[in-house]
């Protein structure tokens, strides 16, 4: 994993000192409301409807145990005793004092984390696979070159005022497991013929209140030029972002008013005027942070298990989180784990501080001390030998965190809504309960089979329901709250934006609307190998609406 | 008869962020001791002086919520100021051990 050095250390120290200071002249009324929310936000720091909520990055989604441990530690000592995992591989506490956030950021820093353009018109935290570096169909790491752009970024004084947000994303396999292509910027690591590790750039993606899949501007972009060519974008936007709307003002409003062609032409002059300069990438200088992620001394291992195999014979339950939250290698006779934060009836995405120090302590235990946070706020233990699967197992049951539903309909992700957020307009969590009470029979899930349910509270889609193969947004209608239906959304390799089925529901209708949904592809798929978003590209809308409205 | 909408003014506490209402004697965490407004004068009243809070740096974020009164409890009209009363409906993570007071 990769560790500061003395520049990271040195700047993170000095922001935790500024905003020590900062906080204090805004409790002793030295600077106004208006100076120090600018100051807050660029530290992580918002104000939701109960409290402040504090927003941590967690670089590409990689953290040590002795991270966690720490995030553990600051939710029982400044939060309520838990965390929230997010939709961009971050952390947010919802319950800190400010007055205790200098310490917080002080906590962080010693096991080098930050808050630092968590929030704010900057380039925000980079996200990526959360199976980087161990996926059986990947390519190259993504996350040495995640690093390489966190450390661009971190900072730069030219990006510091873009006209909005800015989202990167960088995977390294064809199966699009991090929302690619519904980023500001999106790189996908690939190889050219020849063999050279390169880039096919996609731009001007984004979900909010105008989604839009991003375009590919680049087939293969040589490894050298990341640096070069992220520049020429930014300074492209930077440039002609509208800064007079700030429902007009991300990337993928300038792509699609100027068009694709126009954005790629003034993004190449910008990039041939500044590639050979000194943004271009040494290649000892990739190797040196690629090394950071260099893969753990795994034991060599048959690709079988017996141990895994007699487990799976002998215990129903295991063999359904096998099937479920188990993924498949690179290496032989290791496998990725995936822990559910998505108990029936929980909160997607929360864990509380004992379950963030048993996750540390399994990750030590069982998988080199590393764990993921995935952009569909759960865990993952990257590097499991398969012989200690059933052990592991057994250890997240104890804790309450082995739920064996990894990428079906009671894995549903939520925003916060409005039980947290100051932005939505309805409840988000609560619905996500009830559907996953609605839809929980281990048996009928499995029968349903794969399944991306995605709830947002507002129009700023946190909850990804553009992605969602059934997507659920939250609107005020009239001082009530009231629900879309989207279906059809992807944020994998086959992105695409849900499309609105029809009329929306009533908080009480919502569940129900949902599973007859659910029962209508089941009872019209081709079979239970066609998934939901084949069967809705193959039937179009018309047999769920009338599933939910009657015939026409 | 519908039942007559009153107003409190609230906010949220500069320090630690938690939900506040504007009592005569200054700012309580308890909704049922707001000054409890009935007029846009006495509104526009409590608003100056949340407002002098705000800029004296007490509280941020000052509005005036309305209101109706249900038997001895005093209740937010909007379901968002219901939430932000009685905190998050979601159950769970949300009331674990608590190890602080709010």
């Known amino acids: 994993m990769y560790r500061y050095d003395e520049f990271d250390r040195a700047f993170v120290a000095e922001r935790v000192a500024q905003f020590r200071d900062q906080v204090a002249r805004r409790l002793a009324g030295e600077i106004s409301e208006e100076q120090f929310k600018p100051l807050r936000l660029q530290n992580g720091v ?65 096991v080098e984390m930050h808050c630092i353009q968590t929030s704010g018109n900057c380039i925000r935290n980079v996200t990526a696979d959360h199976f ?21 970024s971190s900072l730069h004084p030219e990006f510091l005022f873009l006209p909005r947000k800015f989202k990167v994303a960088v995977t390294g396999a064809p199966s699009d497991r991090a929302a690619l292509r519904f980023h500001d910027i999106g790189y996908e690591v690939k190889r050219d013929a020849s063999g050279a590790l390169g880039f096919a750039v996609f731009v001007g993606g984004g979900m909010g209140r105008t989604p839009m899949i991003a375009r590919k501007l680049r087939d293969f972009l040589p490894e050298a030029d990341l640096l070069a060519y992220t520049e020429a974008i930014l300074r492209v936007y930077n440039l002609h972002g509208r800064r007079d709307n700030k429902y007009k003002a991300r990337l993928k409003i300038l792509v699609h008013e100027a068009g694709p062609e126009a954005i790629r032409e003034e993004i190449e002059a910008e990039f041939a005027a500044i590639r050979e300069g000194v943004l271009r990438l040494p290649d000892e200088e990739v190797r040196r942070i690629a090394a950071y992620f260099a893969p753990p001394a795994y034991a060599r291992r048959p690709a079988r298990s017996a141990a895994f195999e007699a487990a799976l014979a002998a215990d129903p339950a295991f063999a359904r989180w096998a099937k479920n939250n188990v993924a498949p290698h690179k290496v032989a006779g290791h496998a990725i784990a995936t822990i559910s934060l998505k108990p029936v009836g929980g909160v997607p995405g929360d864990a509380t501080a004992d379950q963030m120090e048993t996750v540390a302590d399994l990750a030590e235990r069982y998988s080199f001390g590393e764990i993921r946070v995935s952009h569909e706020q759960n865990l993952v233990l990257p590097h499991v030998a398969r012989d200690d699967l059933p052990a592991l197992h057994r250890a997240l049951a104890d804790a309450g965190l082995a739920t064996a539903n990894a990428g079906l309909a009671t894995d549903i992700v939520a925003c916060p809504g409005l039980d947290y957020c100051t ?59 009231f629900y879309q239906i989207t279906l059809g959304g992807s944020g994998a390799e086959d992105a695409a934006i849900g499309e609105i089925v029809g009329r929306g529901f009533s908080g009480e209708e919502v569940v129900g609307a949902v599973e007859a949904i659910v029962d209508t592809y089941v009872a019209k798929r081709a079979g239970p190998s066609e998934s939901f978003l084949a069967a809705y590209r193959r039937l179009g809308p018309a047999p769920f609406k009338e599933a939910l409205y009657g015939a026409a | 008869m519908p039942k007559p909408v009153l107003r409190v003014v609230t ?79 979601a159950g769970n993570s949300v009331a674990p051990s608590a190890p602080r007071a709010s």
């Not at chain 1, 990804?464 to 947004?473: E, N, P, S």
């Not at chain 2, 962020?17 to 004697?25: D, I, P, Q, S, T």
């Open chain 1, 46 to 110: 918002y104000l939701q409807l109960h409290s402040y909520m504090l927003r941590i990055a967690i670089p590409y989604g990689t953290l040590s145990s002795r991270q966690m441990r720490a995030l553990a530690g600051i939710g029982r000592r400044f939060d309520k005793g838990y965390g929230h995992f997010t939709t961009r591989q971050n952390l947010q506490y919802h319950w800190p004092a400010l007055v205790d956030v200098p310490d917080i950021l002080a906590a962080l820093a010693e």
């Open chain 1, 132 to 152: 980087a570096g161990v996926a059986a169909d990947e390519i190259c790491d993504p996350r040495p070159y995640a690093e390489i752009l966190r450390q661009w």
């Open chain 1, 423 to 481: 932005l939505a307009n309805a409840r988000s969590i609560p619905i996500a309960q009830r559907i996953a009470g609605r839809l929980a029979d281990a048996a009928r899930q499995q029968a349903v089979g794969p399944l991306k349910i995605r709830i947002s509270g507002c129009i700023n889609a946190c909850g990804h329901h553009h992605a969602g193969h059934i997507g659920i947004l939250g609107v005020d209608r009239k001082g009530e709250e």
């Open chain 2, 11 to 89: 906010a949220n506490r500069l320090a630690d962020g938690r939900v506040v209402f504007l009592a005569g004697a200054g700012w309580t965490r308890a909704i049922g001791a707001a000054s409890l407004l009935s007029d846009p004068q006495a509104e526009a009243a409590a608003l100056a002086r949340a407002e002098a809070d705000a800029a004296a740096d007490r509280v941020v974020d000052v509005y005036a919520v309305e209101v109706v009164r249900e038997a001895a409890e005093i209740v937010p009209v909007r379901l968002r100021e219901r939430i932000r009363l009685t905190g998050p409906t």
